[in-house]
């Protein structure tokens, strides 16, 4: 029960983006998570600065942000002016990942590194001691409202394994498909953080699926 739960605005409606935003507020969730597409790393195209705007001024949780851009390290003063709590960068997008990850803790906001479904978690070995969170797709990244790739919990089962066996406090966040099941799934292999998109801002009661979530 100690776990976070962060909806992920993509689900929302774009309409009423204020609205959404004031439940978010209301509700037991910990995070906003937002998804920055470019419609190069992912074959979509999301949004940008503007809405990262309303977020930073309208959002009284703690800001979760996932890139899914090329080259994230163009970006990071602009995203230092936007209250980011967490800034999440592709390991699959970055030459120099140890350089981006220090220049986001520079810039202030906490690091993490996002593995896609095919990505091991080895590949982290010689970066997690520097990495405030590890976020695992449990989809491929680019769309909401897909089908959770189970192999997923082996992945969170081995991170917490090589978090433990290191001694860290990195935090696991997992993005794609939750919903009460999966949800459970991955709390018992070891996540800390979910992510949520359409199971949250598509059910009848997006404030009552949150705090299922949180009493997961
Ligand atoms: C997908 C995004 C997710 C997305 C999750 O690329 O990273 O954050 O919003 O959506 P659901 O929860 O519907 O799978
Ligand atoms: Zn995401």
Known sequence: MNHKVSPSLLSADFKNLQTDIEMINRSEADWLHLDIMDGVFVPNISFGFPILEVAKTTCLKPLDVHLMIVQPEKFISRFKEYNIHTLSIHYEACIHLHRVVEEIKEAGMNASVTLNPH??????????????????????PGFGGQQFITHSLEKVAELKEMILKKNLSTLIEVDGGVNMETGK????????????????FKSPDPMKTIHQLKTL
């Open 119 to 140: 990505s091991p978690v080895h590949l982290l070995e010689d970066i997690i001691q520097e990495l405030d969170m590890v976020l695992i797709m449990s989809v491929n």
């Open 185 to 200: 799934q991955l709390l018992d292999a070891g996540a800390d953080v979910l992510v949520a998109g359409s199971y949250v």
